[in-house]
């Protein structure tokens, strides 16, 4: 039977208690496992939406005896974030404590596993042995205040499974997955199973996000010959569209997707009323490093010329800034294209102010400003 479990996060504030849950399905024991998480950044929700229709299908599926795996979910992964309200208004992506984006600064726990590896090596495709060194490799760093501790406490949780799900999403996007290029057909497999035909792989983003603290520690193990790529840990971010889409219908279907990806893993049975994934275009694989992100030339109102998802060629023009306080008659300035490809992500700004980033396009071919390490913004 499906377990639940509550942890308490340090206390933040005298008289105040954080607490996340974690839903557990399938035996511990099993030889794959899963786990998936939502609402890192607290104020996207369509993921909040989705893993309740994840954990309702499971539960189908677990009285059917089908669950093959062990799959772990964390319904809600930043109580903090959840409690951040201005004027009404979430603030869920940065901690109002220090300006500090909730997905960064997850810990890095390479340098102490690289000494781990070297004193106590493994033997290859050992996962219960590797994933023992990682956790003991993150124990040393465990922290007291409430968010480090709570980055702790999901890195823990990940590290323990074969597969990190991340599920967020973007102010108004299609669906796309970002994933280590170590991983590019499970990324691709994961793409087909929830029917996203945009994926960006990068070798390393940099910042410290959740997916990657995770991929940079198997890539260790990688190096050292220690895993072969059918063991190796796989992580996604799930981007799931734009923050207004949040919808039961949509949800449903995204966590349909969720669980055809998991019976190709091999952690549910596919079974006679396995649904195939709705025929969408082809998969196109971008590198991170052929991301744009569009600026505001002047300050004014934007005018789209593009709609998300749209193909876009050099020097197309995207979208139009309308000056206010011009002369009358005065000109928009355009804003074009950089890249061949698309536009994936339009920004809910209206009113921008000049240099300001209003969207982000997705080119197959890397840009030369665009470095490893250093791919992710605020
Ligand atoms: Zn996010």
Not at 51 to 77: D, K, N, Y
Not at 150 to 171: F, G, P, R, S
Not at 252 to 263: L, T
Request: with cysteine.
């Amino acid at each position: 039977m499906a377990t639940t479990e509550t942890t308490s996060l340090p206390s933040h504030t005298p008289g105040t208690t954080h607490t996340l849950l974690k839903h557990s399905f399938g035996g511990a024991d099993a030889a794959r496992s899963a786990y998936l998480q939502a609402g890192t950044h607290a104020d996207e929700h369509p993921g909040l939406l989705v893993l309740q229709h994840v954990i309702g299908q499971l539960q189908v599926l677990e009285q059917q005896g089908r669950i093959l795996g062990h799959i772990v979910i964390v319904p809600f992964a930043n109580p903090v974030g959840l409690g951040q309200q201005v004027f009404g208004q979430m603030v869920g992506r940065y901690n109002l404590a220090n300006g500090e984006n909730f997905n960064r600064n997850f810990p890095d726990i390479t340098q102490r596993l690289i000494a781990e590896l070297k004193h106590n090596p493994p033997a290859k495709n050992d996962l219960p042995a590797i994933k023992a060194l990682f956790a003991k490799a993150l124990t040393a760093s465990a922290p007291n205040e409430t968010v480090a501790a709570n980055k702790y406490w999901l890195l823990k949780q990940a590290l323990e499974h074969d597969i990190l799900l991340d599920l967020h999403c973007d102010t108004s996007s299609i669906l796309h997955i970002y994933a280590n290029l170590n991983q590019r057909q499970r990324a691709l497999d994961l793409a087909v199973a929830t029917g996203v035909d945009a994926v960006f792989l990068e070798d390393e983003a940099g910042g410290l996000p959740l997916d990657e603290c995770y991929a940079k520690a198997w890539k260790e193990v990688l190096k050292l010959d220690l895993v072969d790529t059918a063991h190796l840990g796989f992580s996604a971010t799930l981007e799931l569209r734009g923050q207004a889409d949040v919808d039961d219908d949509i949800a449903a279907e995204d966590a349909r997707g969720i669980i055809r990806f998991f019976q190709r893993e091999g952690l549910v049975e596919a079974g006679a009323d396995a649904v195939e994934a709705p025929c969408r275009s082809p998969v196109t694989v971008y590198p991170l490093e052929g991301v744009s992100h569009l600026l505001a030339p002047a300050t004014g109102i934007v005018a789209w010329k593009k709609q998300i998802g749209d193909a876009v060629e050099v020097d197309e023009v995207i979208a139009q800034i309308v000056p206010v306080d011009g002369v009358l008659g005065a000109p928009r300035y355009a804003v074009l294209s950089n890249v061949s490809g698309r536009l994936i992500a339009r920004h809910h700004v209206k009113l921008a102010r000049s240099g300001q980033k209003i969207g982000m396009l997705a080119g197959t071919t890397p840009l030369p400003e665009r470095q490893t390490g250093k791919l992710m913004g605020l």
